[in-house]
């Protein structure tokens, strides 16, 4: 089974994921999914096809997100490096923010290419990748971005690793998150708590206490 183009799959996106403003973060807007949006679609050009997690906002990216823009000084002038960058919405923020890079980086090939849709629609320059980057050393960069990557033992424990590995190397992290199952919460410190909708609530769940964390040794 053929996989779409990378012309076929922005034209879907286009047609059928409309832009909108991002809950909580509104300066931002995203082309995102709604009831009748036809993802599965997408599986019919790809049997590799993944959840498509890309195509709605989760708890941990929308707070990192706002904490960025409401604290520039976080990112401005440095190298960014957004890990599991999903629809590209907190790379698009540093960006926004004065960074003097971003690395958008994700496992799910149509999150690379939606957020690098996303990231023109915000007229904002990222470079977004297709890979796995916890398997590598620790990338040329100042500061690491995660949002919402620790839903999952494996992949939390994965990422944990590398983070442990960047550190060594002198790369700071900030990490948001809603309070997932496995998130190394002995090693984080609380920066800031913003309550708003976690994926699948849609824009009108206040439900969640989205956090943001700073990763420490």
Wanted: aromatic share 10%; with cysteine; hydrophobic share 45%.
């Amino acid at each position: 089974m053929a996989t779409a183009s990378a012309q076929e799959f922005a034209r879907f996106v286009r047609e059928n994921l409309p832009l909108a403003p991002v809950p909580t973060v509104a300066e931002i807007r995203l082309h995102r999914a709604g009831p009748r949006s036809g993802l599965w679609r997408l599986a019919e050009w790809n049997h590799d096809f993944a959840t498509p997690y890309w195509a709605y906002p989760w708890g941990g990216g929308l707070a990192l997100a706002r904490y960025v823009l409401d604290h520039p000084d976080t990112v401005a002038g440095r190298r960014i490096l957004d890990l599991g960058a999903g629809s590209g919405l907190v790379g698009i923020a540093a960006a926004r923010s004065g960074a003097k890079s971003v690395l958008a980086a994700d496992i799910d090939s149509y999150a690379a290419s939606a957020a690098r849709l996303n990231a023109a629609a915000n007229d904002v320059a990222i470079e977004s990748v297709f890979g796995d980057l916890t398997q590598s050393a620790p990338p040329d960069v100042d500061l690491i971005l995660i949002g919402d990557l620790f839903y999952e033992q494996a992949l939390a424990e994965r990422v944990s690793r590398f983070l442990d590995r960047c550190l060594e190397a002198g790369i700071g992290a900030l990490i948001g998150d809603p309070g997932r199952s496995f998130l190394p919460r002995s090693r984080l410190q609380l920066l800031a708590e913003y309550p708003g909708p976690d994926f699948g609530d849609g824009d009108r769940g206040t439900r969640a206490r989205n956090a943001v964390f700073f990763f420490r040794a």
